[in-house]
């Protein structure tokens, strides 16, 4: 069974401050990891996802995240916020050799204060 | 063009009706899902399709019914709606059941009375 738990459900930042969302999950298989982004009363929009190449993953808007397996996280960084990253942030596993659902976490909305 | 299409994308009706969601992806892909997100902006996998066949089946009440014509759409049907079915359902799709990105639609906002 796999699960993700992304801690803080509202983070606030300043505009041009490091954005910081965090991210843990649980797998009993090697997993993939994504993130993805929902802006109001929208779809939601893959921002990068880790697939067991690279550990640092960069995707698109300057966001990044990097899978430690050693602490079991993957979490995700902007070095710094814009206006247009206020959203709600979903961070999902899906195991690697099996039915591919995704498992999201329970969201983090991104507040960015001018 | 849209990758992944949803209508309705606001539906209201009260209790106990029946209603449909039409889900449909030009991507040429083989896998679809539905997803449910709940009033706390929680997302579940409700069903998936590969080729037209039902791979994943969580649980839900069999009130719910997928149904997939082709490999381009994935309808879901609710019978006797509840309040609690309230929520926005969200499609996605996937190149094969192998593969890792899935692309979502907009979703679909029921509001159930």
């Known amino acids: 069974a796999q699960s993700v738990t992304q801690l803080g459900s509202h983070v606030s930042v300043s505009e041009g401050a490091l954005v910081l969302l965090r991210c843990n999950y649980s797998?009993?298989?090697?997993?993939?990891l994504f993130w993805y982004v929902q802006y109001p009363n929208q779809g939601l929009q893959l921002l990068l996802k880790y697939t067991s190449a690279a550990t640092l993953v960069k995707g698109i808007n300057g966001f990044e995240a990097e899978f430690k397996k050693s602490e079991t996280s993957f979490h995700l960084t902007k070095p710094s916020a814009h206006m247009s990253d206020a959203a709600e942030y979903f961070c999902a596993v899906s195991d690697s050799a099996g039915r591919r659902a995704l498992t999201f976490g329970s969201g983090t909305r991104l507040q960015v204060q001018p | 063009d849209t990758a992944v299409s949803q209508t309705p994308k606001y539906l209201v009706t009260q209790m106990g009706n029946d209603k449909s969601i039409k889900c449909e992806q030009n991507?040429?892909?083989?896998?679809m899902y539905w997803y449910k997100q709940d009033s706390k902006k929680f997302l579940k996998i409700m069903f998936s399709?590969?080729?037209?066949?039902?791979?994943i089946n969580e649980t839900v009440p069999n009130r719910f019914s997928p149904k997939s014509p082709d490999k381009a759409h994935l309808n879901l049907h609710i019978n006797s709606l509840e309040l609690g079915d309230s929520a926005v359902y969200f499609c996605a799709s996937s190149q094969s059941v192998s593969t890792d990105t899935q692309y979502f639609g907009p979703g679909t906002r029921l509001t159930v009375l």
């Open positions: 991507l040429g892909h083989d896998t």
């Open positions: 797998s009993s298989v090697p997993p993939y």
């Open positions: 399709y590969n080729n037209k066949e039902l791979i």
